[in-house]
């Protein structure tokens, strides 16, 4: 039997913890990327930074689709091309107007292309007041921008990147930045979780919480609103709806780079393009009386149908629990490739299988359990389903290797 496609990395993030629920996400697991969530920018402004892209809505520079390894992606990509007056081309998203919120839990997965020289990519917020109210005053957000000189200075391209809010009246802005250089790459190819919490006393963000769920924010500001009448108190400016922006740029003030020529990021080795991969962005709030939401469009949610969703096998090839199946059987693959029953409490590495003991559904990660009309119920990074909570009938399990039905007594 053909297994549904299903993306390698699950989206799982760091999850409902803390007393924070999930409110909205975009999976980006559509064909094309939603409109009633999302604006494409297109521009060669420079963005007040004498960057040196032009910003583009065509589908070589934004779009949604497969990063080559199964992830559905919004996947913004950079070009060396003579564009409008522009050497390069390249991609910038907002949700203004469409989706914005107040206070929460906001989070990231990305992939970022190689940075070293030129190109900045970035993840941040800002208020969904900015048509009237301009900027600086609408507050800004950077939750994760990479390609700073300073990193490039240093040769440490792939592991320096910083934090940042820009608030007041105008210019000169206030402005506070804090830079961090990881002890590992966050330009391995691998999608790396930026989280940013957000709440009535500070903004913090994080990197990889999701495996580190320990840890001191690489960046934290104190916003409290003690001080209206002081226009340079950050406490006035980051309490209101903000919407999300990722943008990949090319040169300008941030990188220290100017002329077309030092840009190295983009060369005959990668085709003179680079991509930077979102595989998902989420948002959690707690239901208290100073968040606010802002969705003109309800997200994606986790029951939606699995488009490639198959039942497997029939009812006669159903994995109990340990009372009604033999626990001598081995595991195994039957005609129609639905796995033999077992009452293995734990997964082996390496073993093909779906196994439950009555408790918990384990097999070769990810894990996914189905309703039988093909909903997603829940997914597990680690291979393991508690189905402690599970209303008792019959569901679907599978794993990377295999699917099976399951019985939940």
């Known amino acids: ?45 420079g963005g007040g930074n004498n960057e040196l892209q032009y910003y583009t809505d065509r589908s070589e520079n934004v779009r949604v689709g497969d990063d080559g390894e199964g992830n559905g992606c919004l996947i ?4 060396r091309e003579d564009y409008k007056g522009k050497n390069f081309t390249s991609g910038r998203v907002n949700s203004m107007g469409k989706i ?17 020289n030129g190109l900045w990519p970035a993840f941040w917020m800002m208020g969904n007041d900015y048509s009237k109210v301009g900027w600086p005053r609408c507050g800004e957000t950077d939750i994760m921008e990479m390609g700073n000189s300073e990193g490039i200075r240093n040769g440490a391209q792939e592991r320096f990147f910083n934090g940042a809010c820009h608030w007041g009246q105008g ?79 090319v040169g300008g003030n941030f990188t220290g780079i100017h002329d077309a020529n030092n840009i190295t990021a983009l060369n005959d080795d990668n085709g003179q393009e680079a991509s930077y991969y979102i595989n998902y962005v ?29 039942i497997p096998g029939n009812d006669d090839d159903i994995t109990d629990n340990p009372e009604t199946n033999d626990p001598n059987e081995e595991p195994g693959l039957e005609e129609g490739g639905n796995g033999g029953t077992s009452a293995v409490n734990s997964f082996q590495a390496g073993t093909a299988g779906i196994y439950y003991d009555g408790k918990t559904i384990t097999g070769q990660p990810p894990v996914v359990v ?40």
Not at 100 to 116: D, M, R, S, Y
Not at 394 to 408: E, G, N, P, Q
């Open 1 to 45: 039997m053909a297994l549904p496609t299903y993306a390698a990395q699950p989206q799982e993030g760091t999850g409902e913890t803390d007393g924070y629920k999930l409110v909205w996400q975009d999976l980006f697991d559509g064909e094309e990327l939603n409109m009633n969530r999302w604006n494409i920018e297109v521009n060669g402004s």
């Open 76 to 79: 913004l990509t950079a070009r």
């Open 100 to 116: 914005a919120f107040t206070h929460g839990k906001i989070e990231a997965a990305i992939k970022l292309p190689k940075t070293a």
């Open 171 to 249: 210019w000169p802005n206030a402005s506070y930045a804090k830079s961090t250089t990881k002890s590992y790459s966050l330009q391995d190819g691998e999608f790396h979780l930026f989280t940013c919490i957000w709440d009535e006393n500070s903004i913090k963000m994080y990197v990889d919480l999701d495996k580190t769920p320990v840890q001191n924010p690489y960046y934290a500001i104190d916003i409290p609103q003690d001080d209206p009448d002081n226009e340079w108190s950050a406490g006035n400016y980051f309490h209101k709806d903000n919407f999300i922006l990722f943008n990949l740029a």
């Open 282 to 310: 989420k948002i959690y709030q707690k239901g208290l009386d100073n968040e606010n939401q802002s969705f003109a469009d309800a997200g994606d949610s986790l029951d939606e149908l699995d488009p490639g969703f198959q």
């Open 370 to 409: 189905y309703s039988l009309d093909g909903r997603i119920l829940t997914h597990s990074a680690d291979g393991e389903v508690s189905t402690i909570n599970f209303q008792p009938g019959i569901y679907v399990a599978r794993s990377a290797d295999t699917s099976r039905k399951i019985l939940v007594k």
